[in-house]
């Protein structure tokens, strides 16, 4: 059971706690009941007066009973509960009751997710109800959890039976619920009727009193009230005591206050019925228990909190014209949503985003993010009309894995930007596999990225202007990027910048090169880059655009110029763009402009479209990349992860339970439990003997009858190669026993076992392994493998399981495979080894750690020579 209260959000996003009740709650469980309607007793007992109902609750609460209770609280009031009744294997009779006032909150459902991870920590994977059959209610509830349900009917009763396998179905109505009803417990806070600003000084530079001068500023039109005992008004609003004073109801509380003090506030907004907070103040890790106190506080009154450490929050536009930060200047409004944890990243991007005349719908600094987060903004992006691009910057993240799902819903809508962050070596893992040292948690983060369409950018620059070319102009199509330039160097170094980025820059066929020709000087070159020369005319450049731009086999163009004494080729580069109704994104080079980034108006063309204009050739191929890797995230097939054929999950799980019993701290498995595991999960492995003594192992070597490799076991040792445990080839039974007594007598006590195997053929090594992350869960990952897994690097990480379009980006992304002898490898034999590896590490939480290292890879197939697994007991 949990040890805490999980918050969880109803429908209308209010904020409830669930736990679990016991003896101590029979009184409010009591007063649950008895507060139903007759015709609700019926439907839940099937009959008005149930029998001695204070000894039922009684009884079921009781430690003995053997089944498990949870309740929902909002703001301290029981308005829920769920029971859990094993009756058997592996099934549990479930029953549920609601209090008729938040009959349409979603309570049941909230309740029932909760208690199908509590049920199947305890060893339950099925639940079973029975209703009457004009029960529609519980029904409802049951058949839109989402998980796989089985209904039963006998004369006026109904047996329904739900198997908890969280599959797509129950994914997406999972997500659905969370959206909407994140985005709903948000509208306090975004669109607030009244304000309070507690702690705003009378001083000029107080940071409350810089927030009521945003707030005048941006044209709020509600009650804004300033919490000052000392003042009687600031700013022009009104100074209250406490919020306790302020007439009429508060939706938003925004907190200026010395840490010391942020309690105390809290709670006198919880009491006053505020509904959102903001936090300006930080310091908390200065307060002992501070940061626990206040989210106590948060989640007893039911309130949402941005925060502490924060710049604010501001929804400029209409409805709301909220700025209630002290960022010192309004943001102009506009559809870009941003999130960020850094309040100077949000001055700076709000400020470059201005300069190229576009303004925010929703911005949210969320600074230490004790309660909303990244995702929660994510998912108010997503059910708010007004917002056409979301971007985020997370410093840190407690639920990627989350963040993923609300991110790969969002970006079928819109683009998603991430700035960057935390790239240096100095987040590597100290872990003893290559798997998890690699897994660094920017690794993990652009792997949750890649999948659910976050186009990472690497610096404020780029992200504003490739925010600028996604907002302007079209994504761009299948084909070539080409590049367009009256400076031969210049096309050069944009090409090239191009590749660098990913970005294919390929030979123009023959009939547009053709084309291109007629209309250019006869000295222009019409390869790609195509170099129109010096003296090259406005009229000219722009005809060879309009030829560019209508020919279908090229996505995208870059147009490279500077002004010279014949020529200004740039001027005609817009009106090109307007004529051919911006088919494909154009990209303006200007290198010797003025600044770095320009908005560049096309007259004539669609109303909302706009060139974007830079002076660096690497910055244009950054932006581009951008929207090129959108346009093809785009196109990934929507299906999920499929299970791979022939498992045995059965098998798997007997193989972690052996290994926990014979150690309930798990650790490493040992060599004939890897190859168990590997059997269970149909991965390919060389024939492996184990043996604890020599004369086992010469058996071993005689059995096998060829040149053998021998590699020692010793506690505490994971690279084998590196402590000279291994050893081949072996041809003589008596060497490999007299290899296998050294060891033995070198590692005394640590001593396991030898394992001996046949020498594999020669091939390629690759490494695919698994890591769990605490905020990401499992993470798989690929690339070279044996000696070369730390010297290379060369390796790409995605979150698992592994939907086929994972797997073809892993293998694309490694760039093992796109050599002349990479072609003639078996990468078929390598993504059906990723898949299963993924498989398990996202069946069996409790595998911390997997490397197949290597996996020798031939045209024929691939085969594991080496695995090994760490393994930790499940929480709870």
Request: charged share 20%.
């Amino acid at each position: 059971m949990p040890t805490r209260p999980v918050r969880v959000l109803l429908r209308s996003g209010v904020p409830a706690l669930i736990a679990p009740l016991g003896p101590a709650d029979a009184g409010e469980l009591l007063d649950l009941h008895e507060s139903l309607s007759d015709r609700d007793r019926y439907l839940r007992f099937a009959t008005v007066h149930p029998g001695d109902l204070p000894a039922y609750i009684a009884q079921s609460l009781a430690p003995a009973h053997g089944g498990s209770t949870l309740g929902a609280r909002v703001r301290g009031r029981l308005v829920g509960a769920v029971q859990l009744l094993p009756v058997g294997g592996d099934l549990a009779e479930v029953a549920a009751v609601v209090d008729a006032h938040d009959r349409h909150e979603g309570v049941a459902t909230v309740l029932l997710e909760e208690l199908a991870a509590v049920a199947q920590r305890m060893g339950v994977h099925r639940f079973q109800a029975y209703v009457l059959a004009e029960n529609g209610p519980m029904v409802r509830v049951l058949t839109d959890l989402g998980m796989p349900l089985e209904l039963r009917r006998n004369g006026a009763d109904l047996s329904l039976e739900v198997v908890l396998e969280p599959g797509d179905r129950y994914r997406a109505a999972s997500e659905d619920r969370y959206r909407r009803a994140t985005a709903a417990s948000l509208e306090p806070v975004f669109r607030p009727a009244g304000i309070a600003v507690v702690g705003a000084g009378r001083g000029e530079a107080s940071v409350g009193r810089a927030v009521l001068r945003g707030l005048r500023a941006a044209g709020f039109s509600g009650a804004v009230h300033a919490v000052n005992p000392a003042a009687d008004e600031l700013e022009g609003f009104p100074c209250r005591r406490s919020v306790r004073d302020v007439p009429g109801p508060v939706d938003l509380a925004v907190l200026a206050v010395p840490a010391a003090g942020i309690a105390a506030a809290v709670e006198e907004c919880g009491e006053a019925g505020v509904r959102g907070l903001v936090v300006l103040s930080g310091g908390f890790p200065a307060v002992p228990g501070l940061a626990g106190r206040v989210r106590d506080l948060v989640d007893r009154y039911g309130m949402r909190m941005v925060g502490p450490n924060s710049v604010g929050v501001a929804a400029p536009g209409e409805p709301a014209h909220l700025d209630a930060t002290f960022a010192g200047r309004t943001p102009p409004a506009g559809d870009v949503g941003l999130v960020a944890q850094s309040g100077g990243v949000v001055i700076a991007a709000a400020a470059g985003w201005q300069r190229m005349g576009l303004g925010l719908s929703t911005m949210a600094a969320i600074g230490d993010a004790h309660d909303v987060g990244a995702r929660d903004l994510l998912a108010r992006f997503d059910e708010d009309p007004g917002t056409r691009i979301a971007v985020l910057y997370a410093e840190n993240e407690p639920d990627l894995r989350g963040l993923a799902r609300t991110a790969a819903h969002l970006a079928r809508r819109m683009p998603v930007l991430a700035l960057a962050s935390g790239t240096s070596a100095a987040g590597a893992r100290a872990a003893a596999s290559h798997t998890a040292r690699a897994a660094t948690p920017y690794a993990v983060r652009e792997a949750a990225y890649a999948g659910a369409g976050i186009q990472s950018v690497p610096d404020l620059t780029t992200l504003t202007a490739a925010v600028a070319l996604l907002r302007g102009q079209p994504l761009p199509r299948a084909g070539t990027v080409a590049v367009l330039t009256n400076i031969g160097g210049g096309g050069v170094l944009t090409a090239d910048a191009c590749v660098a980025e990913g970005l294919p820059v390929e030979p123009l066929p023959g009939d547009l090169r053709d084309r291109l020709s007629a209309v250019l000087p006869s000295l222009a070159a019409t390869g790609n880059p195509v170099d129109a020369g010096a003296a090259v005319s406005a009229d000219a450049f722009a005809a060879a655009l309009r030829c560019l731009l209508a020919d279908p086999r090229v996505g995208a163009v870059v147009t490279v110029t500077a002004p010279t004494g014949v020529s200004h080729p740039a001027e005609g580069v817009a009106a090109a763009v307007a004529a051919a109704g911006s088919p494909v994104p154009v990209v303006d080079v200007r290198l010797a402009g003025d600044g770095i980034l320009h908005r560049l108006p096309v007259r004539g063309g669609p109303e909302d479209r706009f060139l974007l204009s830079v002076t660096e050739p690497a910055l244009a191929a950054r932006a581009l990349a951008v929207a090129w890797r959108r346009a093809s995230w785009l196109t990934r097939p929507e299906d999920g992860p499929v299970p791979p054929p022939d498992v045995d999950v059965v098998a798997a799980r007997a193989v972690l339970a052996g290994v926990l019993a014979r150690s309930a701290d798990g650790g490493w498995l040992l060599p004939h439990e890897a190859v168990a595991l590997c059997t269970a999960a149909g991965i390919p492995a060389v024939p492996t003997r184990w043996a604890g003594t020599p004369a086992v192992a010469a058996a071993a070597a005689v059995e096998l009858a060829g040149p053998v490799a021998v590699k020692g076991v010793v506690r505490g040792v994971v690279h084998k190669g590196d402590a000279g445990l291994l050893r081949l080839p072996v041809t003589d039974p008596e060497e490999v026993a007299g290899v296998v007594a050294e060891w033995r007598h070198r590692a005394r006590g640590d001593w396991l076992g030898a394992v001996v195997q046949p020498l594999a053929p020669a091939g390629d090594e690759i490494l695919v392994g698994a890591v769990r992350d605490a905020a990401a869960g499992a993470v798989v990952v690929l690339g070279p493998g044996g000696r070369a897994t730390d010297a290379l690097g060369h390796r790409v990480h995605r979150l698992a399981p592994v939907a086929d379009a994972d797997v073809a980006e892993m293998l694309a992304g490694t760039g093992l495979f796109a050599t002349a002898h990479g072609r003639t490898l078996a990468a078929g034999a390598v993504a059906d080894c990723l898949r299963r590896v993924a498989w398990l590490a996202d069946a069996l939480p409790e595998i911390a750690e997997l490397d197949v290292n290597p996996l020798v890879v031939t045209p024929t197939g691939a085969r594991a020579l080496d695995v090994r697994a760490r393994i930790c007991p499940l929480p709870g």
